[in-house]
Each structure stands twice: as C-alpha cells, then as structure tokens.
Nanobody, 126 residues
Framework: EVQLVESGGGWVQPGGSLRLSCATS????????ITWFRQAPGKEREGVSCIDTGNGETMYAESVRDRFTISADGARSTVYLQMNSLKPEDTAVYYC???????????????????WGQGVQVTVSS
C-alpha cells in the first residue's frame, strides 16, 4: 500500500522558517516524482515544488523560488520542503503527492498525481 505522510507544519511569524517532511512507503522511492502542493481557503490547489527522486531534478513555482528548497533522502524515503522567509500568503494546507512519471510541463497540475498525503497546516501570521 502506497502511503505519503506529511509532518512539520505549524504556526510561524512572517520571515520565519519551517521544514515539512513527506515520509513515503509502499513504492520504489527512486522511481517517483514527489511534488508539494498547497491550498489556501477559497483558492485552487497549486503546485509549489517537485523533485524527481531518481535524478534529483527540481522545479519551483515562481512565488517560492529562492525561498523554498525541496530535497530527498533516499535512505529514509522522505522528501523535505525547507521554507524560509515565510509570508502570510504562504498560509495554506500543504500536501505531498506522487506519481511515477511526470512530464515537466504539467508538474503543477494536481490531477496528474496518483497518490496524496493527508495534508498539514502551515500558518504564517504575526
């Protein structure tokens, strides 16, 4: 059974940092693309960052580039999202999602992914 479990969310003041984790199981970690999505109240789910765990290639949404860093630990089958310089507009439920192959032009489309975690809340406010 494929499982993705997020952790690390919480509340932080603007300018602060959080690190999210996506622990995976049930599939060959090196064969998958893992993407972080987020969904704010009243807004559509949007792709934030993805990593090809096989070759390490990463992609970022423009809104988080230079602030967020995605990484993968094959020994732990876990993908991380380090979020720095957080802004109130980063407040959302964050999800990780997985699929074996993702064409780079559609990595931000949620309908592409086969497996999802349950989500974790991130709140940025003073």
């Amino acid at each position: 059974e494929v499982q993705l479990v997020e952790s690390g969310g919480g509340w932080v003041q603007p300018g602060g940092s959080l690190r999210l984790s996506c622990a995976t199981s049930g599939f060959n970690f090196d064969d998958y693309v893992i993407t972080w999505f987020r969904q704010a109240p009243g807004k559509e789910r949007e792709g934030v960052s993805c990593i090809d765990t096989g070759n390490g290639e990463t992609m970022y949404a423009e809104s988080v580039r230079d602030r967020f860093t995605i990484s993968a630990d094959g020994a732990r089958s876990t993908v991380y999202l380090q979020m720095n310089s957080l802004k109130p507009e980063d407040t959302a439920v964050y999800y990780c999602a997985g699929r074996r192959v993702v064409v780079s032009s559609v990595w931000r489309k949620s309908e592409v992914y086969d497996y999802w975690g349950q989500g974790v809340q991130v709140t940025v406010s003073s």
